[in-house]
C-alpha cells in the first residue's frame, strides 16, 4: 500500500474496514464516504502507520480466532480420552506439620513452616511495593492494561510444588533460596494489540526500570513450539524479591489459557510417556496458530552472565 | 527404537554453569519422553523443571550438557552426602 491515506484511493466498503466505527460516534460514516485528503505529510505517514496497525491486528485476530473452535474440540477429545476432571484443590495433608502435593512431593514441617514465613514476606513486599508500582506503570499507557490481575499471587499449593521440585532437583538448596529463585510467585501479565506489541514492550521494559525494578532476565519464546510470549523475572531492590512480568497479545495469551491444563497434567509428572507425548502434540498445535506480532523475533532476551549469588 | 538421551545442566541463581545444581535427563522412547532429575535422594526421578524451562519458566535455565559432564554432577552431588 502506499504510504499517506487518500480515503478516495481506498475501494474497500466501511465493512471491510477493520477499524470501522460501528458505535456511537457512527455519524462518522459519512465523513469516510467522502474524499479525505491529507495534505500535512507527517499526517499522511502517521495515518498510513494507523491504517497499517489496525489491518495487522484485524488479520491476527480473525487468523486466530478462526482456529480456536477446532482446537477446543481437540481438547476435548483429550479430556474425554483420558478422563480428565477439575483438578483436585489439594492433595490431602497430614497432621504433623508437613506438605504432600502432587507426583509425590514433599516438604517436611520445617520446610513447610519456612516457606509459610517467606510466602508471607513476598506478599508484604508485593502489596507494599512491587503492585503500586505495576499500576502506576500501566497507568502511563491506556492502551494496554494488566491482565489476569486477581491471579497476581501464585496459590500456595502451586508454589510449594515448585519450591519441592527445585529442593530435590538441586541439593543442598534451602528451602527459603528455593523459594527466592522462584519468579512467579508474584506475577503480571500486559496484553497488547499485535501491531504495536513489540515496540510497546520495549516501552514498559523501559518503564519497569525507570520504576528502579532490576530486570534480572527476560527471555523471548516466539519461536517456541510450546509456548508463545515473553516472559521477564524482576527484583524489588529493597527486599530482593523477585517477580514476574509477562508480556503477551490477546491470542498468545488465550493460547496459554487454552493449554493450561494439559500444562498443569504434564508439570504434575504423572501422565503416562504416551500421555504426555500427546499433551505436547496439543501445546504444539495451539501455539502454531497463534500470530506471530511484527518484529518480536528481533527484540532479543536478556540473560545475566552468571545466574549465581545476585551476580545480575 | 533404541533410547536416546539427553543430560542438561539445572543452574539457578544459587549455582553456576562450572558448578551447576543439578542435572536432568531427557530420555526418549517409543511412547514419547520422560524427564529426570538426579534427586537429593540420589536416584533419578521424573521432573517437569525442563517442560516448565520450555513453556516460559524462568526459574532454572537449563544447558545442554555431555552424558560425562552429568555422571561428573551425578558424582558430585553423591560426595556431597
Not at chain 1, 499517506?4 to 458505535?23: C, K, L, N
Not at chain 1, 485476530?61 to 480456536?68: F, L
Not at chain 1, 483438578?87 to 513447610?112: C, F, I, M, Y
Amino acid at each position: 500500500m502506499a504510504v499517506g491515506v487518500e480515503r478516495s484511493e481506498q475501494p474497500e466498503s466501511s465493512d471491510a474496514r477493520p477499524d470501522r466505527d460501528t458505535g456511537p460516534g457512527a455519524d462518522r460514516v459519512a465523513d469516510q464516504d467522502r474524499p479525505l485528503v491529507l495534505t500535512d505529510p507527517e499526517r499522511r505517514v502517521a495515518e498510513h502507520l494507523r491504517y497499517r496497525d489496525s489491518v495487522v491486528n484485524h488479520e491476527a485476530a480473525h487468523a486466530w480466532d478462526r482456529a480456536v473452535p477446532e482446537l477446543r474440540g481437540i481438547w476435548e477429545k483429550i479430556t474425554d480420552k483420558y478422563g480428565y476432571t477439575e483438578r483436585s484443590v489439594s492433595v490431602a495433608q497430614p497432621t504433623d506439620g508437613s506438605w504432600h502435593g502432587e507426583g509425590g512431593r514433599k516438604l517436611d514441617a520445617a520446610q513447610n513452616s519456612e516457606v509459610d514465613r517467606g510466602y508471607a514476606r513476598i506478599r508484604e513486599v508485593g502489596e507494599g511495593s512491587i503492585i503500586p508500582g505495576l499500576r502506576a506503570i500501566e497507568a502511563e499507557d491506556p492502551t494496554r492494561h494488566l491482565v489476569g490481575f486477581e491471579h497476581r499471587f501464585k496459590g500456595l499449593d502451586r508454589l510449594k510444588e515448585k519450591v519441592a521440585d527445585e529442593i530435590r532437583s538441586t541439593p543442598g538448596i534451602t528451602p527459603s533460596q528455593a523459594l527466592s529463585v522462584v519468579p512467579d510467585a508474584v506475577r503480571f501479565t500486559y496484553e497488547y494489540d499485535d501491531a504495536v506489541y513489540t515496540a510497546n514492550v520495549r516501552k514498559d521494559v523501559e518503564r519497569l526500570e525507570a520504576r528502579g525494578f532490576t530486570q534480572v532476565e527476560r527471555r523471548n519464546t516466539w519461536a517456541s513450539e510450546q509456548y508463545k510470549g515473553i516472559n521477564s523475572r524482576w527484583r524489588e531492590p529493597l527486599s530482593g524479591v523477585l517477580f514476574e512480568v509477562q508480556f503477551h497479545t490477546r491470542a498468545s495469551l488465550e493460547a496459554k489459557e487454552l493449554t493450561h491444563k494439559a500444562y498443569e497434567r504434564i508439570r504434575s509428572v504423572t501422565a503416562t510417556e504416551r500421555e504426555t507425548e500427546e499433551l505436547k502434540d496439543f501445546q504444539r498445535q495451539v501455539n502454531d496458530k497463534v500470530p506471530i506480532p511484527p518484529g518480536t523475533t528481533e527484540y532479543e532476551g536478556y540473560r545475566p552472565e552468571r545466574r549465581n549469588g545476585r551476580t545480575d | 527404537m533404541a533410547e536416546q538421551t539427553r543430560y542438561y545442566a539445572i543452574v539457578n541463581d544459587f549455582s553456576t554453569r562450572e558448578e551447576p545444581g543439578g542435572v536432568l535427563r531427557r530420555v526418549k522412547t517409543d511412547d514419547g519422553e520422560r524427564d529426570e532429575t538426579f534427586g537429593a535422594d540420589l536416584q533419578w526421578g521424573r521432573s517437569s523443571l525442563l517442560y516448565a524451562y520450555e513453556c516460559g519458566d524462568l526459574t532454572n535455565d537449563m544447558i545442554p550438557i555431555s552424558e560425562e559432564e552429568a555422571d561428573q554432577i551425578v558424582a558430585r552431588i553423591c560426595q556431597r552426602d
